[in-house]
């Protein structure tokens, strides 16, 4: 079991012609990912050459529109490899096909085009799963990613993971790489995002293979404050946390767009304390914060 993802998701690329996207969609083929084709009006009705996990050589269709792609090879799921400033009108493409699921890895896209993309998703009823924008996307290890997550971190297993961060997703994978888990999702940073750190709560609690769940934060807004309040209210498997930032100056925007610390408000302290009062154990530091979910885990 998984969530989001899974082995038999069909999976095309948005901008696959393009130097991330051709990068990005080799890897994700080594990772076992099933990718039917890619979007590029400018090359349709080309197609792409790349390898499968299995060595195989394969071509992938290009196609001229997502609900083309969509019509001709049954595809759920796409990934954003879409410049900024081309990003939002991709992005709506994919909703107005009614894709399942949209993992936007692109970085740099305005807010205003973020807070118009996501607002046209909920007006058509929310029947396209958003994932990011600015994010490392989704992992279902040993069967697909659909994003730019190192695949040969770690396994299958029982630990599932949700995270602002790219590069604390990676490290917290490493650090739980014997354990495996059954996904990872990095959800991204920016102030305005798709799927938060509760809808992925809510499914890694549906899920019967997640046994533990990770969850990594970061100073700036409330997210974190509100997920401990659906924990407290709705999650019965054991969560640890972690929340970068300890360090950071007041008042600092730090990485990350969503990172802006106003008073106490947003602080990591004040996020830490939202989530052990609901019952969540939080690391000082990733390591830390590997070892609680190894007890956790052990204690359930």
């Known amino acids: 079991m998984s969530i989001f993802l899974n082995g038999q998701s069909k999976v095309i690329v948005q901008g696959i012609t393009g130097g991330e996207g051709t990068k990005h969609t080799a890897l994700m083929l080594k990772a076992g990912t099933n990718i039917v084709g890619g979007v590029n009006a400018r090359k349709a009705g080309t197609t792409v050459s790349h390898v499968t996990k299995d060595g195989a050589a394969v ?20 990934v954003v490899f879409v410049p900024p400033a081309f990003a939002k009108d991709a992005v709506i493409e994919a909703i107005d096909a009614g894709i399942g699921l949209l993992v936007v890895i692109t970085e740099g896209i305005p807010v205003q085009d973020s807070a118009e993309f996501w607002a046209h998703a909920c007006a058509l009823g929310n029947r396209t799963r958003i994932i990011g924008p600015n994010c490392p996307g989704v992992i279902t290890p040993g069967e697909a990613l659909a994003g730019i997550t190192p695949a040969t971190i770690t396994g299958p297993g029982p630990v599932g993971l949700v995270s602002k961060s790219g590069t604390l997703t990676y490290q917290m994978m490493y650090e739980l790489k014997d354990l495996g888990f059954s996904t990872a999702i990095g959800i991204g940073g920016d102030p305005v995002i798709g799927t938060t750190h509760i809808d992925a709560l809510a499914a890694f609690e549906a ?11 970061e100073i700036g807004g409330d997210a974190e404050e509100r997920a401990a309040e659906f924990i407290k209210a709705n999650v019965t498997k054991p969560v640890v946390g972690y929340v970068a930032g300890f360090t950071a100056p007041e008042g600092k925007t730090m990485g990350h767009a969503g990172a802006i610390v106003s008073g106490s408000s947003g602080t990591a302290q004040a996020k830490k304390e939202a989530l052990e009062a609901a019952g969540v154990r939080v690391g000082k530091t990733p390591s830390q914060t590997a070892q609680l979910l190894r007890e956790a885990l052990a204690a359930s």
Do not use: R
């Not at 269709?61 to 083309?68: C, G, M, S």
């Open 59 to 78: 071509e992938l269709p290009v196609f001229a529109t997502v609900a083309e792609a969509m019509e001709k090879t049954g595809a759920d799921v796409s």
């Open 207 to 217: 899920d019967p293979a997640t046994k533990a769940i990770v969850m990594i934060g």
